[in-house]
């Protein structure tokens, strides 16, 4: 538990990267290098997530039982389909993201503006 908790950092910096360069960084600043670069990481980090759920027993979250790891992961899983990540090519991710998005305590404290538009951009279709 401790350690996908701790993985849930990595998975933070690398979606950030990608998102906050795209909205942040005028387009005539933009380097392709780094948007590659960006994009290509996220892409390793979110497989890296998709097989680590390979593991998890259908139905369970990402220690078993519900657990910190999930608190400290499920806001990034969350915020990279509501910038366009693809559920077909992320089935596991997809998966555990309707998983826990029904959970009460998340429902509770889902941001109001994403509950009319639950998709709210496309940065991440591509991805």
Do not use: C
Request: zero cysteines.
């Amino acid at each position: 538990m401790y350690q996908r908790m701790m993985e849930a950092v990595s998975l933070t910096d690398k979606l950030n990267s990608v998102i906050y360069y795209d909205w942040f960084v005028p387009e005539e600043e933009r380097h392709d290098s780094a948007v590659g670069r960006n994009r290509e990481n996220l892409s390793a980090e979110l497989k890296l997530w998709e097989s680590y759920l390979e593991n998890v027993a259908a139905g369970s979250y990402l220690a078993g039982a519900f657990s910190l790891a999930d608190v400290v992961a499920f806001p990034n899983v969350a915020y990279a389909f509501r910038f366009g990540l693809s559920a077909g090519k992320y089935p596991k991710l997809a998966k555990y993201y309707r998983l826990l998005k029904d959970r009460a305590s998340i429902k509770s404290s889902w941001p109001p503006h994403w509950l009319p538009s639950p998709q709210g951009y496309d940065i991440l279709k591509d991805l």
